[in-house]
């Protein structure tokens, strides 16, 4: 797999996502991707109880621990390498997490509008 090269969508070098929960694609902290990715897992978001509960209602369930895959669950305040799709959809039914930019994949662009992602910006860690 040949990953794309890691920019951010304000055109910077990509910052880490987190390390703990260890997150994107790669497994790597950050929120690379390449071609094979097709959920494009770009969107640096830091979960909120809200947010958890949507996902887990459309059936993706990122709160409860799956210890055979290693995966302890998300909790309110985890950073975590979302889908931009899934962030998207969040944002049109309202309860979207706020968003990391600096550790935000470019390619998230592909799939929202970097308005969009502007308007749940994180300013600090």
């Known amino acids: 797999m040949k990953q794309e090269p890691s920019v951010n969508v304000l055109g910077g070098d990509l910052e880490p996502c987190s390390t703990a929960p260890m997150t994107g694609f790669f497994r790597d902290g950050h ?11 770009t969107v640096c978001a830091v979960m909120t109880a809200e947010f958890l ?13 799956r210890p055979e895959f ?19 959809q969040a944002h049109d039914e ?7 930019l600096q550790a935000t ?9 970097l308005g969009v992602l502007q308007e749940y910006a994180i300013t600090d860690r």
Do not use: E, M
Not at 31 to 41: F, K, L, M, R
């Open 53 to 65: 509960a949507f996902s887990k209602y459309l059936g993706n369930d990122l709160s409860t621990p």
């Open 70 to 88: 290693g995966f302890a669950g998300l909790c309110p305040g985890d950073r975590w390498c979302l889908c931009a799709g899934r962030f998207l």
């Open 105 to 113: 994949h470019l390619r998230a662009l592909d799939i929202v509008p």
């Open 94 to 100: 309202g309860c979207a997490p706020r968003v990391a």
């Open 31 to 41: 929120c690379n991707t390449c071609a094979q990715d097709s959920g494009s897992h």
